[in-house]
C-alpha cells in the first residue's frame, strides 16, 4: 500500500497515544508504590523554564486534533486546557483517540498540496498540507510525547524504551 | 506532490540533524560561558538507567543510516561507537547529513512493501518498509533527538522548542 497522508499520521498518532495511556498507567503504578500524589509526577518538568508534564499531553493532544482539523479542511474543535487529575489527562487522550478513530482516509488524503493557513506570532502562514504535517504537526508530536516519557523516566518511573515504541 | 518514502524520511532526518548540530552549538557556547568543559554535557543523562548524550546522538545517527540503507535494499555501513569529544559527535551528525545528501529518491521511493529484516533479541523479524520506517525508525529517531535536546534544557542549556523545530 503506498504512503498517504491518513497512513503517515492516523496510525502514528493513535499508536503513541495508547502507549502514552500505557506509560501513565506505570506512573500511577509508582506514586501508589512509593506513596507520593500522582499529581506531583503532572506538575513535573525537566528544567523551570519548560512546561510540566500535564502541559506536555495537552500540546501533544493538540497537535493531533489541529493537523488533522486542518488537513481535512475543517475547524479545529477547542478543547479548554483544564486537566487537573491522572483521569482528567486520560480522558483528553481518549478524546483525542475517539477523534483519531472517527477521521477517515477520504478526508485528509490527497491533503499534500491543500494550503493550511496558522496564525504564527499574529502572522497568517500558509504551507502546503505536507510541509506542515511532516515539519511541524509530527515534529511537535514527537517532541511533546518524547518529553511526557522523559519527564517521567527522570523522576524514577519504570519505563524503557519499549514502551515509549510499543509494539 | 504526494507523498513518497523519500519525502517523509530524508527531508524529516536532515532537518531534525541540522537542527541538533545548532543545538550542540549552543551547548558549547553554555559550557564556555559558564567555564565547565563541554565533555560534562555529553556524559550527562536524565536517569542514571538511561543513556548519556553521546550514545542519544549516536542512536539517533544509527536509525538515519539504518533505514535508507535498508530501505534501498543496501548493506547498513557499521559506524564505531567511538565518538569522545564534541567534535567527533558532530563529525558523526555529519557523516549522517552526507549520507542523506547522496540517497536518491529512485533508491527509496516504492519500498513501502519491501521486505525490511531486522534481528531482534536473536530473532528476524521482517515487516514491510513502510511499517518499518513509521513504527520503527522514525519514532526511535525522534525519541533520540528528542532526548538529546531534553538533557542539554535541564542541564541549564539556553535551547527552547524553536531550536528543536528548526525553520
Known amino acids: 500500500m503506498s504512503l498517504s497522508m491518513y497512513g503517515v499520521s492516523v496510525p502514528v498518532y493513535t499508536r503513541q497515544l495508547n502507549n502514552l495511556l500505557n506509560i501513565l498507567d506505570k506512573a500511577e503504578a509508582y506514586a501508589a ?3 507520593f500524589d500522582v499529581a506531583v509526577l503532572l506538575a513535573s518538568r525537566l528544567a523551570p523554564d519548560m512546561l510540566p508534564l500535564t502541559k506536555q499531553v495537552q500540546i501533544a493532544t493538540d497537535h493531533v ?8 479542511g475543517k475547524p479545529v474543535p477547542s478543547w479548554a486546557d483544564e486537566e ?14 475517539a477523534l483519531l478513530a ?11 498540496e491543500r494550503p493550511i493557513t496558522l496564525k504564527l506570532g499574529g502572522h497568517d502562514i500558509v504551507q502546503p498540507g505536507q510541509a506542515y504535517l ?3 504537526a509530527m515534529p511537535n508530536f514527537y517532541f511533546h510525547v518524547t518529553t511526557a516519557y522523559a519527564i517521567l523516566r527522570h523522576n524514577g518511573v519504570p519505563v524503557g524504551k519499549r514502551d515509549f515504541i510499543g509494539g
Not at 489541529?66 to 488537513?71: K, N, V
Not at 472517527?102 to 499534500?112: F, K, L, N, R
Open 33 to 35: 508504590e512509593r506513596k
Open 65 to 72: 486534533k489541529g493537523s488533522l482539523s486542518r488537513l481535512a
Open 84 to 97: 487537573v487529575t491522572l483521569d482528567d489527562l486520560r480522558a483528553r487522550i481518549r478524546k483525542a483517540l
Open 102 to 112: 472517527e477521521v477517515t482516509p477520504a478526508e485528509i488524503d490527497g491533503s499534500e
Open 134 to 136: 511532516l515539519g511541524i
